[in-house]
T-cell receptor
Framework: DTGVSQNPRHKITKRGQNVTFRCDPISEHNRLYWYRQTLGQGPEFLTYFQNEAQLEKSRLLSDRFSAERPKGSFSTLEIQRTEQGDSAMYLC???????????????FGSGTRLTVV | AQSVTQPDIHITVSEGASLELRCNYSYGATPYLFWYVQSPGQGLQLLLKYFSGDTLVQGIKGFEAEFKRSQSSFNLRKPSVHWSDAAEYFCAVGPYNQGGKLIFGQGTELSVKP
């Protein structure tokens, strides 16, 4: 198990273009989370899935953002018509719901850094 | 409202000196508290976590944190800082069942001078 994998690591795009990021969680983890981290701030929750079901979405997730986890394994986060304000690090994390509190917890990926020019 | 406050945006300590990073939280239910560290351009690494039991918890890299319910605080400490500890530190709070979203503070950047 190599942990949570995110691709690409970096993405530079022109304003107005669409971008898609991928997250591969730890294989046995049934919950998957997306966070956004802007410069100098802590991560902010965007959305999360339990298996393939999207259970919660933050108000930060405008209608230009969509996330999927079609088979309950990997997830994609798409941003349509990117704006400069979308420039941030997008972090993915996975966890096991109901796992023992002392042994199972969040694992974060290294993130995808998006720059909109 | 649920929130985490890290009052210190940036702290500089000398190598070998002790360190304390402050964290205050506001959370409706019994909180599950975390400290994470982030090196530049990297993801988050868990240092330690606390839900119940002994209010002084030990983590990796020689860090420890103390939970004080009366003060709604969960401060991170290290007796002797190493240059490699320079990084951004985040306090977070979440629900106990390990599967909920985390609420993060804005972070404290630690610089270590020789």
């Amino acid at each position: 198990d190599t942990g949570v994998s995110q691709n690409p690591r970096h993405k530079i795009t022109k304003r107005g273009q669409n971008v898609t990021f991928r997250c591969d969680p730890i294989s046995e983890h049934n919950r998957l989370y997306w966070y956004r981290q802007t410069l100098g701030q802590g991560p902010e929750f965007l959305t999360y899935f339990q298996n393939e079901a999207q259970l919660e979405k933050s108000r930060l997730l405008s209608d230009r953002f969509s996330a999927e986890r079609p088979k309950g394994s990997f997830s994609t986060l798409e941003i349509q018509r990117t704006e400069q304000g979308d420039s941030a690090m997008y972090l993915c994390a996975s966890s096991l719901r109901g796992g023992d509190a002392g042994s199972v917890g969040y694992t974060f990926g290294s993130g995808t850094r998006l720059t909109v020019v | 409202a649920q929130s985490v406050t890290q009052p210190d945006i940036h702290i500089t300590v000398s190598e070998g000196a002790s360190l304390e990073l402050r964290c205050n939280y506001s959370y409706g239910a019994t909180p599950y508290l975390f400290w994470y560290v982030q090196s530049p351009g990297q993801g988050l690494q868990l240092l330690l976590k606390y839900f119940s039991g002994d209010t002084l918890v030990q983590g990796i890299k020689g860090f420890e944190a103390e939970f004080k319910r009366s003060q709604s605080s969960f401060n991170l400490r290290k007796p002797s800082v190493h240059w490699s500890d320079a990084a951004e530190y985040f306090c977070a709070v979440g629900p106990y069942n390990q599967g909920g979203k985390l609420i993060f503070g804005q972070g404290t950047e630690l610089s270590v001078k020789p």
